[in-house]
């Protein structure tokens, strides 16, 4: 497979292909939610994918489960929608999963090239006022924090036979 046509296949994985799951857990005796892509494989496969990109959005909750004001989850929402239409614009970087519990919402991207997604990020939140937002950068070559997701998810499914 050449260059162009594996790459236009990851596009195809994230555009037309695209398929997102969803889990609830609990930590600490609140639950959270795991929306999740569980036919990333490809991405992985490709080794190229090495850096994790966490964007972290601290919110304050106004009910018991920590979760957020109906204004901060649509502020999030639009705020992602900007955000995979820049970083995922060429399949260099690709949005794996995301957390949403306990007054933070964690978007967890892989990416090949941390410059090019940090100018893409700027570009995305360039549409918006200040956002409570804080980056964190790391290697995740294996998609370790991605697959125990995916693992995660497999044993709740086991056990609820």
């Given at each position: 497979?050449s260059?162009?046509?594996?790459?236009?296949?990851?596009?195809a994985?994230?555009?037309?292909?695209?398929t997102?799951?969803?889990?609830?857990?609990?930590?600490?005796g609140?639950?959270?939610?795991?929306?999740?892509?569980?036919?990333?494989?490809?991405?992985?496969?490709?080794?190229?994918?090495?850096?994790?990109?966490i964007?972290?959005?601290?919110?304050?909750?106004e009910?018991?489960y920590?979760?957020?004001?109906?204004?901060?989850?649509?502020?999030?929402?639009?705020?992602?929608?900007?955000?995979?239409?820049?970083?995922?614009?060429?399949?260099?970087?690709?949005?794996?999963f995301?957390?949403?519990?306990?007054?933070?919402?964690?978007?967890?991207?892989?990416?090949?090239?941390?410059?090019?997604?940090?100018?893409?990020?700027n570009e995305?939140?360039?549409?918006?006022?200040?956002?409570?937002?804080?980056?964190?950068a790391?290697?995740?070559?294996?998609?370790?924090?991605?697959?125990?997701?995916?693992?995660?998810?497999?044993?709740?499914?086991?056990?609820?036979?």
């Amino acid at each position: 497979m050449s260059h162009a046509s594996s790459s236009e296949h990851l596009k195809a994985l994230i555009t037309q292909d695209d398929t997102w799951s969803m889990a609830e857990g609990e930590n600490a005796g609140t639950p959270f939610l795991v929306r999740f892509r569980p036919h990333l494989q490809p991405f992985i496969n490709t080794h190229q994918f090495t850096k994790r990109l966490i964007i972290l959005w601290n919110y304050v909750s106004e009910d018991e489960y920590l979760f957020p004001t109906p204004e901060d989850a649509d502020m999030m929402a639009d705020a992602e929608e900007r955000l995979i239409h820049h970083l995922e614009a060429n399949a260099q970087t690709v949005l794996a999963f995301v957390f949403t519990g306990q007054e933070r919402r964690e978007w967890h991207w892989y990416t090949s090239d941390m410059a090019v997604a940090q100018e893409q990020l700027n570009e995305a939140l360039s549409y918006f006022g200040p956002l409570p937002l804080e980056l964190t950068a790391e290697d995740d070559p294996d998609w370790e924090e991605y697959l125990s997701i995916l693992e995660g998810m497999e044993d709740a499914e086991d056990g609820e036979d």
